[in-house]
């Protein structure tokens, strides 16, 4: 379990189905995060017992409420041939929350936690270039700009994402804070 000022950062389980559902059906949220709105709880449920249940992804609970709120943690790295030091970050908030920097606050635990407790020596970050507010989370965490490629599954052909990463040696330097 990791935390933040406002956020507890731990495992999803079966009975955060509900809170996932609230707003993964929002087609503000996952569209803009690269997945198709949820269409039932049943389908958060699935998502829960297969995608979230893999090592170091976390539900965002909102500490105040104890709401899921969102989700984030380390997902495939961007390149098959990446070595096991690099990872990355992937993220979505419920919409009713967007604007008030827990999602930063979150990608800074995140990278302390890669970095400190992983021991990864590059995390990356993606975003589609459309989602202005992704963009902003990965600036203020301080990442650096690498890359922009057109991406394909599904749902999406040809999407333009921005890709950024972070050394552990920068964000050291730093002392383990934003840029």
Not at 145 to 161: G, H, I, N, Q, V
Request: net charge negative.
């Amino acid at each position: 379990m990791l935390q933040t000022e406002r956020t507890i950062l731990r495992p999803f389980a079966e009975g955060d189905a509900a809170d996932l559902y609230a707003y993964a059906k929002d087609p503000q949220v996952g569209p803009i995060a690269g997945w198709k709105s949820h269409e039932s709880v049943a389908e958060s449920l699935e998502i829960i017992r297969t995608v979230f249940s893999a090592p170091n992804t976390f539900a965002v609970v909102e500490k105040g409420t104890g709401r899921v709120i969102g989700s984030a943690g380390f997902v495939r790295p961007h390149k098959e041939d990446a070595p096991p030091t690099s990872s990355e970050i992937g993220y979505a908030l419920s919409a009713d929350c967007w604007g008030r920097g827990i999602m930063t606050e979150v990608v800074r635990e995140l990278l302390r936690y890669g970095f400190e407790e992983l021991g990864l020596e590059e995390i990356w970050c993606t975003h589609y270039q459309e989602n202005g507010r992704s963009r902003r989370v990965i600036e203020k965490c301080g990442f650096t700009y690498a890359f922009m490629e057109k991406l394909s599954d599904e749902f999406f052909p040809d999407r333009p994402t921005c890709f950024y990463f972070m050394l552990r040696q920068e964000w050291a330097q730093r002392g383990g804070r934003d840029g």
